[in-house]
Structure formats: structure tokens, C-alpha cells
């Protein structure tokens, strides 16, 4: 009986044995799966929602962007090292020389041009003109003194006869006459300055034409070289340079020109007082004459 108890005891013991071992072998995998689900490899959440945090940090990129500005920088060194297919070789703005001969437009140096020409043609007419009226001046002259020659004559005749009503009268015309005779000789003396002027007129005009078609050409050769971007091609750098040198020689020309025109300006200064002196002169003659010779 002992025995049997015994064997049952031992079969219970084995039968819990087994029973509770299951269990905490099914306990204690359940913390690991717990501690499984926290761990951060399974929660790829945080990784993606701290990644695009940085970000606003990129935001400082734009001081990157004066790198850049170097490449739009006005100082012609740097034009000329490494020009764009944009900007232009030669910049005039930017020139380290003095530029003695302004950059103009085309359309003005035409203009000054055209107006030079036309100047010039108003000058040949106006001596045209003068030269027949100092002609006209001059034969009027003659026959004013032919006329107070005639009066002298008369004169002597009435001083023979005694006749000083007669002579008083002849005395007076030929006083009048003789005051004709210096408006027409200070006339002819206008036409004669007027046809100085006229010729300096058109000396000043000729040397403004001849400035101003070297100034047109200058003008011409300067647009051309500014059109050339780059003379990495060894033809656009022939050509640069073959620009460049023609253009040297225009600006002398041109400041030649231009010396020579100032020189023409002051004789036509010179030429203006002294048709103004004439002109005076004239009036008062004028004057007199409408005043009676007196």
C-alpha cells in the first residue's frame, strides 16, 4: 500500500513537473517579445521624423551664391581673362585710359555731320551774294564820285559868276553827296567783310565735316570691336587687335580734327567782331544820310 502511494505521489510530482514547465517556459519569452516591440529597430518612426528636422539648417546655402559673383564682376581684368559669351570684350565704362575722344552716338555725329555740310553749301551762297553786291557797291561809288566831281565843277562856275545863292545850294549837295558816297564805300567795305566771313564760315564748317566723318569712322570701329565677346578664336583675336590699332591711329586723327577746328572757330570769332565793327559803322553812315548829310 505504502508502495503504491509512493508510485502515485511520484507520477503527480512528474505530471505537475511537466505542467509548470510549459508554463514558465511560456512566461518567460513574453518579457522579450515586450522588450521587442520598445527597441528603437523596430520603430523605424523616429528615424524618418528626425531626418528631415536638419532641414531648415540648408537654409544658410544662399552664402554660397556669392561664389558666383565673380563671374559678373565689371573690373575689365577679369573680362578680358575670362569673357562670357555675353559681355563684351572691351568695356569703354570700365577703361583704365583716359578717354580723350567721348563716346558719341552715331546718330549724333550724322547729325552734327549733315548739319556741317549743309552749313558749308549756306557759306558759298552767302559770298556768292556778297561778292555781287560789292560790285554793285563799287559802281555806285564811281558815279557818286563822278557826280561830286560834276558838283565841283558847277561850284567853280558859280564862285566865277558870283552867285552865292547858287554856290551856297551846290556846297550843300555836294556835302550830301559826299556823305552817299561814304554809306556806299562803307558799304562795300561790309560786302567785303561779309564775304571774309562767309569764307570763314565755310573753313569752319569743311574742318567740323572732316572731324566729324574720322569720328563717324572711330565710332564704327569701336561698335565692332565691342562685338567681339572672346578672342579664345585666333581669328577674333586678329581681328581684336587689328581693331584696336586702327582705332589708336582714328583718335589721334580725330583729336588732330579737332584742334583744327578749334583754330577755325576763333578765326571766325575774329572775322565776326570785325564784321560787327563794320556793320556799326555802316549805321551811323545810314544815319546821317537819312538825317541830311548833316
Not at 579737332?258 to 555802316?282: H, I
Not at 546821317?288 to 548833316?294: A, M, N
Amino acid at each position: 500500500m505504502l508502495r503504491r502511494s509512493f508510485v502515485l505521489t511520484a507520477v503527480v510530482s512528474l505530471v505537475l513537473c511537466a505542467v509548470t514547465l510549459p508554463a514558465a517556459a511560456q512566461s518567460d519569452p513574453a518579457p522579450a517579445v515586450v522588450d521587442s516591440l520598445s527597441a528603437p529597430v523596430d520603430l523605424p518612426a523616429p528615424p524618418v521624423s528626425v531626418t528631415p528636422a536638419p532641414e531648415p539648417e540648408p537654409m544658410a546655402a544662399p552664402e554660397a551664391a556669392p561664389v558666383a559673383a565673380p563671374a559678373a564682376t565689371p573690373w575689365p581684368e577679369s573680362a578680358v581673362a575670362a569673357p562670357t559669351a555675353m559681355a563684351p570684350l572691351f568695356n569703354a565704362t570700365a577703361d583704365t585710359l583716359t578717354v580723350l575722344v567721348d563716346y558719341r552716338a552715331e546718330a549724333e555725329i550724322q547729325r552734327d555731320l549733315q548739319n556741317a555740310v549743309a552749313e558749308k553749301a549756306q557759306a558759298e551762297r552767302r559770298t556768292e551774294r556778297a561778292r555781287m553786291l560789292a560790285k554793285l557797291a563799287e559802281s555806285r561809288i564811281e558815279i557818286k564820285v563822278s557826280e561830286i566831281k560834276a558838283l565841283e565843277a558847277e561850284i567853280s562856275f558859280a564862285k566865277s559868276q558870283k552867285n552865292e545863292g547858287k554856290r551856297a545850294e551846290l556846297e550843300a549837295r555836294k556835302k550830301y553827296a559826299g556823305s552817299e558816297k561814304q554809306l556806299l564805300e562803307r558799304r562795300r567795305d561790309l560786302r567785303q567783310r561779309e564775304i571774309e566771313t562767309a569764307r570763314a564760315v565755310r573753313a569752319y564748317h569743311e574742318a567740323t565735316e572732316k572731324a566729324c566723318r574720322l569720328e563717324m569712322d572711330l565710332a564704327v570701329n569701336r561698335r565692332e570691336r565691342a562685338s567681339i565677346t572672346s578672342t579664345v578664336d585666333p581669328g577674333a583675336a586678329r581681328e581684336f587687335n587689328r581693331l584696336q590699332a586702327e582705332i589708336t591711329k582714328l583718335e589721334g586723327r580725330v583729336l588732330e580734327a579737332q584742334v583744327e577746328q578749334a583754330g577755325k572757330r576763333k578765326d571766325l570769332a575774329d572775322q565776326e567782331v570785325q564784321l560787327g565793327k563794320v556793320r556799326k559803322a555802316v549805321f551811323e553812315s545810314q544815319l546821317k544820310v537819312t538825317q541830311g548829310g548833316r
